[in-house]
């Protein structure tokens, strides 16, 4: 499953469903909450397993979908359930990385893909990478605001604006956290965790 | 000139359609036209984006259900999702109707809460005879629909076999059919005594002047046993097992909850006893022990009550 797709799917068309299954959870309807979670347990894990790493993804998701339960009292409707539902998630994901405190062992497939400058040879090297490699491994390279900035993004398919939303911060850290965390898995992919040419790191 | 090239930030965001503005959109394009640098890195940054986007690990369909039955079990065992204004608060601890977990023959329960004030009011959703399911894994999880919140001074009360109970050695039982229909069970070639002698729970504190009333095997507990303060043990046709196991296990005090359940294909019972804090404690002991409560959980095959799998907690209150 693609959970681009899926929250494509989400945002567009099943808000009111949503709003619907929220309600009726509310008042205390265990079918409507179950349906509710099955619903967007696929793209929540997702978020999660990316994350936290496999090994405590279903712990993670876990404690994600039983914040949400506890927080659906307090969920105004100013933004989107799965707006709303990724930041719950997020933050959870988050204790659960400081409480763990650990990352991703690293491990790489294939070193023959690299020469010792950490220059890819072609961009076909880098289809096989990305096919071989291990994102855990490359995304635990970045630091926690990258991730969850990358991940948010490119894995989830929020806005810059919901992004910063779920993150609750200016809209412009985003597309930083986004942009370096990008050039930081491109390093990785490399090699190499040094810039290998001589364009700016900021704005000109 | 380096500083012509277009930065990473501007790059990502054109790759997201998310610059903020036309005229940085205009002349970036119109740069990216000219310059292979720059359409380069924005390549790169296109492939590392599409690698994050396209590489989520499949949903595993029996991971999700475990999930979601074991979230669902544990919201039932705290609070109802509605406001809680209308709750009758009370001084019950939660031996969580949460998932109870067991694996490889070890069970856990993970979620326990307490409220603070006292009112011994029976207003609380009573006990539904709980069911149980182990699922694939070695996951149990118990019957949201199950109340198991129980008063802090009924799990802290001593079994009201306690003082009666000989140290008999806990020998391997010898069971048959006959002898578990009557609630007996023979202990190296003796009887054992009759469940009719074996209260099903522990006293209440409502039910506390008559904390020896026996409970027939196959009765269980009354509705008015429940509202005295019991809402979580249900009854028969498994009240059996009850008092073999405590034949066994001398330090079991009262009986917290009792479910059926599937376990790994064999038909099982659940049974989750608070341990008796005053086996040999000191006064200091016991304070101690005030502030947690041991429980002791035992898996038992339906058919003839043998042990499947045990463990003990130590609930924080």
């Known amino acids: 499953m693609n959970i681009q797709d899926d929250a494509s799917d989400l945002l567009s068309g099943t808000h009111e469903s949503d709003h619907a299954l929220v309600h009726a959870s509310r008042g205390g309807d265990g079918a409507a909450l179950d349906a509710l979670l099955r619903r967007h347990y696929p793209r929540l894990f997702g978020l999660c397993r990316r994350m936290v790493g496999e090994n405590d993804a279903d712990d993670a998701t876990q404690n994600a979908l039983m914040a949400i339960v506890r927080g659906l009292p307090s969920f105004d409707g100013h933004s989107t359930f799965v707006t709303w539902s990724y930041r719950v998630a997020t933050n959870a994901c988050l204790d659960e990385i400081r409480r763990r405190a650990k990352r991703p062992v690293l491990k790489l497939a294939d070193d023959d893909l690299y020469e010792t400058t950490g220059s890819l040879r072609s961009q076909s090297d880098i289809d096989r990478v990305t096919d071989r490699i291990d994102l855990d491994a490359a995304l635990a390279t970045l630091t926690i605001d990258q991730r969850v900035a990358v991940i948010l993004r490119d894995l989830c398919s929020l806005s810059y604006n919901e992004i910063a939303i779920v993150l609750d911060i200016a809209p412009g850290t985003v597309r930083s956290r986004i942009a370096r965390g990008r050039g930081q898995l491109h390093d990785f992919l490399i090699g190499n965790s040094t810039t290998v040419d001589q364009r700016p790191s900021s704005k000109p | ?317």
């Open chain 2, 1 to 317: 000139m380096t500083n012509n090239h277009l930065t990473d930030e501007i790059l990502s965001a054109l790759l997201d359609n998310e610059n903020s503005s036309d005229s940085v959109a205009h002349v970036s394009d119109a740069h990216l036209a000219n310059c292979t640098i720059c359409t380069t890195r924005l390549e790169e940054l296109r492939t590392v984006s599409e690698w994050v986007a396209t590489s989520l690990p499949t949903t595993n369909q029996q991971r999700m259900e475990q999930t979601i039955a074991a979230t669902l079990s544990h919201a039932a065992s705290e609070k109802p999702l509605k406001s809680g204004r209308n709750f009758v608060r009370r001084r019950w601890m939660a031996a969580g109707a949460a998932a109870a977990i067991i694996a490889a023959g070890a069970i856990a329960i993970p979620s326990l809460s307490r409220n603070e004030s006292r009112n011994n009011q029976a207003s609380l959703p009573l006990a539904t005879p709980g069911s149980s399911q182990i699922i694939n894994g070695g996951h149990l999880i118990l019957d949201a629909t199950t109340d198991l919140r129980i008063p802090i001074q009924t799990a802290l009360a001593p079994s009201p076999t306690d003082a009666k109970e000989q140290s008999g050695a806990a020998g391997n039982r010898q069971l048959n059919d006959s002898n578990l229909e009557s609630g007996k069970t023979t202990e190296s070639g003796s009887s054992a005594e009759s469940s009719d002698t074996t209260p099903t729970t522990a006293p209440s504190p409502a039910a506390a002047s008559s904390p020896n009333e026996a409970a027939p095997p196959s009765a269980g507990l009354s509705r008015d046993a429940s509202e005295s303060g019991f809402p979580f043990v249900t009854s028969e046709p498994h009240a059996r097992c009850e008092p073999l196991i405590r034949k066994d296990d001398k330090r079991l005090g009262a009986l917290l909850y009792r479910a059926s359940a599937d376990f790994v294909g064999e038909q099982a019972i659940v049974e989750v006893f608070a341990l008796s804090p005053h086996d040999g404690k000191s006064a200091a002991d016991e304070k101690v022990a005030k502030s947690s409560l041991d429980l002791r959980a035992y898996v038992l095959a339906a058919s003839d009550c043998r042990v499947l799998s045990a463990q003990s907690f130590d609930l924080k209150k």
